[in-house]
């Protein structure tokens, strides 16, 4: 066993106490994605640690909502983005995240798509981006928390 920077969220195992602490997964990342590593952030940031035990053994079930590629994408991205603002300082964010995500990130997540004749995938990504332009503005740039 040893200490961990974030464990996901399907094989994590919370103390009650813990929960009252740090407060329940954020809604801002349902459904899929992302919430677990927001989760373990704050779990972190109030001094609790994250244990990894190597000898637990899971069985996670994919499950059928996301059969789709644009909702699995659009969420995905949408909440990678979500967590960068709400986690990244405001000036590392906007300064160094936000123009490297733009040049690489959505380039290659595009092209990505549409060399695979993916076009709802594509849009996907393009309407993740729009989500959190407009969600950034409605908050004030910075994500609540």
């Known amino acids: 066993p040893e200490d961990v920077d974030f464990q996901i969220g399907c094989v994590q195992l919370i103390r009650t106490d813990t929960l009252r602490d740090v407060g329940l997964l954020d809604e801002d990342f349902s459904p899929y994605g992302s919430e677990d590593i927001d989760l373990c952030a704050r779990l972190r940031g109030r001094g609790w640690r994250i244990r990894y035990a190597p000898r637990a053994n899971a069985w996670h079930r994919v499950l059928s909502s996301f059969r789709g590629s644009?909702?699995?994408?659009?969420?995905?991205?949408?909440?990678?983005?979500?967590?960068?603002?709400?986690?990244?300082?405001?000036?590392?964010?906007?300064?160094?995240?936000?123009?490297?995500?733009?040049?690489?990130?959505?380039?290659?997540?595009?092209?990505?798509?549409?060399?695979?004749g993916d076009s709802d995938r594509r849009r996907a990504v393009l309407d993740a981006v729009k989500w959190n332009v407009r969600d950034a503005v409605a908050r004030g740039r910075r994500a609540r928390g």
Do not use: D, M, Q, S
Not at 77 to 105: C, D, M, S
């Open 70 to 116: 644009y909702r699995r994408t659009y969420f995905n991205t949408r909440h990678i983005l979500l967590l960068a603002r709400k986690r990244l300082p405001a000036a590392y964010f906007w300064g160094v995240f936000v123009p490297e995500w733009l040049a690489l990130g959505v380039p290659l997540r595009v092209i990505e798509a549409t060399l695979h």
